[in-house]
């Protein structure tokens, strides 16, 4: 707790709070536009953190991650389109009360469930991260090649969608991560006589061409729905203040799960949110309120997704093991500065790790006061046409990449991963994975060389000790799941899942 407290003097140092500021205000006006998101937005960011000291950097991009999820929330109630994909269940209740002239009071409950929630996750990190370190530090290579084995399955399975195109696109980021000079015998690898090539593909050029210009593609197909926005005024907001005292259970089970789910590989904030929703539709009482209008399904998954994005920095800064493609970013970005996140962080770099925790908490007040006061801006933002924006994003990414090492091959490069990430999209695969392999992949190959090297090639030497055997077995265990899953419902039965059908209910409605 001293430690915490005295991140706030690294926190409260004037450049750190003018980028902390600039962060949070560029997460929140990303989370208001759909169709951008917060990995989109910190691609395109990262080149400009190379002139920023590494904490001042990582406090920004930290602020841009969880300044969106405070912000998708008010395109979800407002346009019932969600602005994060964390924020979409939010429309199942938001929406509603929008609708029926409560946008106010929804909007407040968004606002408040959202600080408290990071909050709360803030106190989970200060609270969980040094046994987590003081766990790690025994770790040798074969433990390390063993979590990062599971960090990899997990980023596969667990993102949604097919566990088999998971780890297929897993896969492919490893390939590419293989790229360019050998660490340890020197020798080049698939570079294609390119000198470019050598010093393997940069981390900046495959987010940016994953994330950000798919985004573009994908939204140019797409036509302005030209939805008219409800007007809301803080006065409105704070009439309904009196209200909020039956959210509060509802806000302590969603900061839980999202605390919980939050440090997990491949869970993240879209996965809490989901699974707080359906705890609080379980226990809430009043079942056949939610999906019609009810704060309490506003207020959980919004405690849930901001405790979730505070609470995933804890494998990044601690253990090195990003659990979502955004992670991945930032563990890039402290890469590039030369800071390797693991087990030695909080101790050789206390400064960055308990600055960055602390301001956190300073930037979800910054979320707080701005959201309130300038609700009203930030309704007729969610009404400017979208495709005013994708042009500026477009050059940002160009201009950025170039800005790196003064290489129009890095904007080509960026250019090719993009038309790639589009193809991906367009055949069902999610490039999250594929982003994943790619930081992680070559950390995975130093340790199993180095355990080879001092095993004299014993494979067993992988399986060495009781917490390798046993995050083998957890690794293990999310592979066989989906099979056992399979197996159990039959090859051509669908599960039921209430949320979903929930949400094809209200498309339907809506259409209507």
């Not at 560029?26 to 190379?50: C, D, K, Q, Y």
């Amino acid at each position: 707790m001293n430690e915490f407290l005295a991140g706030f003097t690294v926190a409260f140092e004037p450049t750190n709070l003018l980028y902390c500021l600039m962060g949070v205000v560029l997460g929140n006006i990303v989370g208001v536009l759909p169709g951008i998101g917060a990995i989109a937005a910190i691609s395109i960011l990262l080149p400009v953190t190379f002139y920023l000291e590494p904490t001042t950097a990582v406090i920004m991009l930290a602020g841009v991650y969880y300044g969106a999820e405070y912000g998708g929330s008010i395109a979800s109630i407002l346009l019932n389109l969600p602005g994060t994909a964390s924020n979409a269940i939010t429309t199942l209740d938001g929406y509603p009360l929008a609708k029926r002239g409560d946008a106010g009071l929804a909007l407040l409950t968004a606002q408040v469930s959202s600080f408290c929630g990071g909050t709360l996750g803030i106190l989970a990190m200060v609270l969980l991260s040094p046994l987590i370190v003081r766990f790690s530090l025994s770790f040798g290579p074969a433990e390390y090649f063993a979590t990062l084995l599971l960090g990899l399955i997990a980023g596969s399975v667990a993102v949604g969608g097919s566990a088999l195109r998971g780890i297929a696109m897993v896969c492919v980021g490893m390939l590419l991560g293989t790229v360019g000079l050998d660490l340890n015998s020197g020798v080049a690898r698939f570079d294609m006589g390119l000198p470019n090539l050598l010093d393997g593909l940069s981390i900046v050029a495959v987010a940016m061409g994953l994330f950000g210009i798919p985004e573009v593609i994908a939204n140019l197909r797409d036509t302005d729905t030209h939805n008219k926005v409800i007007s809301v005024t803080a006065r409105s907001m704070f009439s309904s203040a009196k209200k909020l005292k039956s959210i509060i259970p509802s806000i302590l089970r969603g900061a839980s799960v999202g605390g919980l789910l939050g440090p997990l590989p491949g869970a993240g904030p879209t996965i809490s949110s989901f699974l707080a929703y359906s705890l609080e539709r379980a226990v809430g009482g009043k079942r056949e309120e939610f999906g019609k209008g009810r704060i309490n399904g506003v207020a959980a998954p919004e405690a849930a997704n901001n405790a979730a994005a505070q609470t995933a920095f804890i494998p990044t800064m601690t253990l090195g093991i990003p659990g979502t493609p955004t992670m991945a970013i930032i563990l890039g970005a402290l890469m590039i500065h030369g800071i390797s996140p693991g087990p030695q962080l909080i101790g050789q770099h206390p400064d960055l790790f308990w600055g960055l925790v602390a301001s956190f908490w300073i930037g979800n007040i910054m979320l707080l006061v701005l959201n309130v006061p300038l609700i009203g801006l930030w309704a007729r933002l969610v009404s400017v046409p979208r495709r005013y924006f994708f042009p500026v994003i477009v050059a940002l990414v160009c201009t950025g990449i170039f800005g790196v090492a003064n290489s129009t091959f890095d904007i080509w490069s960026v250019l090719l991963m993009g038309v790639f990430g589009a193809l991906l999209r367009s055949l069902g695969f999610s490039p999250a994975p594929l982003l994943i392999g790619f930081v992680l992949g070559p950390m995975l190959e130093e340790h199993l060389r180095r355990a080879l090297m001092i095993s004299g090639g014993e494979m067993r030497y992988l399986a060495s000790s009781w917490t390798a055997i046993c995050i083998h077995a957890i690794s293990l265990f999310m592979i066989l799941t989906p099979a056992i899953r399979w197996l159990l419902n039959g090859p051509t039965r669908k599960r039921q899942d209430p949320i979903a059908e929930a949400l094809q209910e209200k498309r339907l409605e809506d259409k209507t």
